[in-house]
């Protein structure tokens, strides 16, 4: 989902995390040195959490995310499965979503969770711009409380992934009513969720603690305090794991694959990867200037080596993606008509016959007397993305095509994404999650028409465009999988996209203190409930 996040950065300075709590057994107190059978489990974050609340919400933050917050469902392989709510029903029409919310719970400062504050969440997301590709938060025309645990949608016509839309678990969870105000999507005023833990105390730079929500709905979780270690440098992160400083590190944005083959070398540090990729690992190419081009961008589709990236920058752990669409999600079998399988020489034919000569002096193609030179802008968020990036301008320098790089911090980067001229091909994660695929990726594209430079130079722009407009009011299963077939192969063969890998999240941690974790759902977020204690 292209969302407007304003996100703060993140800090400069590394810091000495403070060796303050140890183990999620007996442990020392931090002040006087005496035994506690307080239990308490180390994490690190490679972000502050002053950006921790679904306005803000961002990678940084995934491995704190659920200790705090809940949404109405959750994705679970493949099926959506209670949470806040404890059923749901589309009517018959397809124009009528109605939720029946589970009683009893509360949020962290009391506030009772009900109709009225369900309401009161949805509504902010309903105006909020942010949510402009989720037609289940958006498109709804009323919305009511039938009774104090209950609420009901209303839509003016059916879509098949309305539900879907209400699975997110970072932007479509519930905060108390107190936290909301209505317009305001700036202000953080706390953070209170229904989760198993609550926010207790921030120290900057250094860490954060969550204790045990002794009010919680539902199964009451093992550990009576998280506490979330500031650690941005990965090399900082790994260490710390190895003296048990904390103990674990999780996902793909705080562990390169390098970091983790490093982690599970240690002595007493086991690792797991996610059954499945979460998302896609991609590269979106907007057709301004020399990518106006289709013969440039097929040929940069040839050019680069998917196989190099997965093997030389993931070990092999990314297997490479030939569809923005993550494996075994509805419609991953749509792989586009076009084979674009490393070819150098197909890349270098397609450039000559595209009046593209080769600069023997400066290795750069020209045409016109104009280089061909792109500009490649990329987030620093992610600890793969810039050697991915590196190693794609070295890639289509063999074929005369000049890369320039600039690394932006991520808001940095997302305005200049935002702005139709402000880039030539950026790196983004394609796929969402595989509850949003691939509806989510075309309803931004629809909600940033007409801006939306590239999708009017596609040869079949209105087919395309028609196609965007009819999936969103569409149930009929045959017809939704002609419109994604036409969506997908469009996407793909004129080269909106170039998917690489599918990103893979993972887990490393003390086999002294963790015996296993199950990744249940949401595989780019830490679920700390499905953590196995060591004995």
Not at 45 to 66: F, H, W
Not at 300 to 308: C, F, G, R, S, V
Not at 328 to 339: A, K, L, N, Q
Request: hydrophobic share 35%; charged share 20%; aromatic share 12%.
């Amino acid at each position: 989902m292209k969302r407007t996040k304003r996100v703060l950065g993140l800090a400069l300075a590394a810091v000495m995390c403070m060796g303050m709590l140890a183990g999620c057994g007996g442990t020392k107190n931090a002040t006087n040195g005496t035994e506690t059978s307080e239990k308490i489990l180390n994490i690190a974050t490679i972000g502050e959490t002053t950006t921790l609340s679904p306005l803000y919400m961002i990678a940084d933050n995934r491995p704190t995310q659920k200790l705090l917050y809940e949404g109405l469902v959750k994705y679970v392989d493949g099926e959506i499965q209670p949470v806040l709510a404890e059923d749901w029903k589309l009517s018959d029409d397809g124009t009528q979503l109605t939720f029946y919310l589970r009683k009893g719970v509360t949020f962290h400062d009391g506030e009772p969770f009900n109709a009225e504050a369900a309401i009161a969440n949805i509504e902010s997301w309903h105006i909020n711009p942010s949510f402009t590709s989720l037609p289940g938060v958006v498109n709804y025309t009323n919305i009511e409380a039938v009774d104090e645990y209950t609420i009901r949608l209303t839509y003016d016509t059916p879509y098949f992934a309305y539900i879907n839309d209400f699975c997110w678990p970072d932007v479509c969870t519930m905060i108390s009513p107190k936290q909301i105000t209505q317009g305001d999507f700036q202000t953080v005023n706390g953070y209170a969720g229904t989760g198993p833990y609550i926010y207790d105390e921030y120290v900057a730079g250094q860490y954060t603690t969550f204790v045990r929500n002794e009010n919680y709905w539902g199964e009451q979780p093992y550990y009576d305090k998280i506490v979330a270690k500031y650690i941005p440098d990965n090399a900082s992160r790994v260490q710390a794991l190895k003296t048990g400083e904390i103990d674990l590190i999780y996902g793909s944005a705080e562990l390169s694959y390098e970091d983790y083959n490093q982690a599970t070398a240690i002595d007493g540090i086991e690792g797991k990867f996610a059954p499945s990729g979460s998302t896609v690992r991609n590269i979106i190419l907007n057709f301004n200037g020399n990518l106006s081009d289709l013969s440039v961008r097929q040929a940069l589709a040839y050019a680069i080596d998917k196989e190099a990236i997965s093997e030389g920058l993931t070990y092999g752990y990314e297997p490479v993606a030939n569809t923005i669409v993550p494996d075994g999600t509805p419609y991953s079998d749509i792989c586009g008509t076009e084979d674009y399988s490393y070819n150098v020489d197909r890349a270098n034919q397609l450039l000559d016959e595209a009046g593209w000569i080769m600069n023997q002096s400066t290795g750069i193609r020209e045409k016109n007397g104009t280089p061909l030179h792109v500009v490649f802008t990329c987030p620093t968020d992610d600890s793969t993305i810039g050697s991915i990036a590196t190693l794609f301008q070295s890639q289509l320098a063999e074929v005369g095509i000049e890369v320039e790089i600039k690394s932006m911090e991520k808001m940095e980067w997302y305005a200049s994404y935002m702005n139709p001229a402000g880039w030539d091909i950026t790196a983004m994660t394609a796929g969402f999650f595989n509850y949003a695929m691939p509806q989510c990726w075309f309803s931004a594209m629809m909600a940033q028409m007409p801006e939306d430079v590239s999708i009017s130079l596609l040869d079949n722009s209105d087919e395309f465009i028609s196609a965007l407009s009819e999936f969103k009011t569409c149930n009929d299963d045959a017809r939704l999988k002609e419109l994604f077939e036409l969506l997908i192969n469009t996407d793909l063969d004129q080269v909106l996209d170039v998917p690489l890998t599918h990103q893979m999240d993972m887990i490393v941690y003390n086999t002294d203190k963790i015996a296993d974790y199950n990744f249940a759902s949401d595989y780019a977020f830490l679920d700390v409930t499905q953590i196995t204690p060591a004995e």
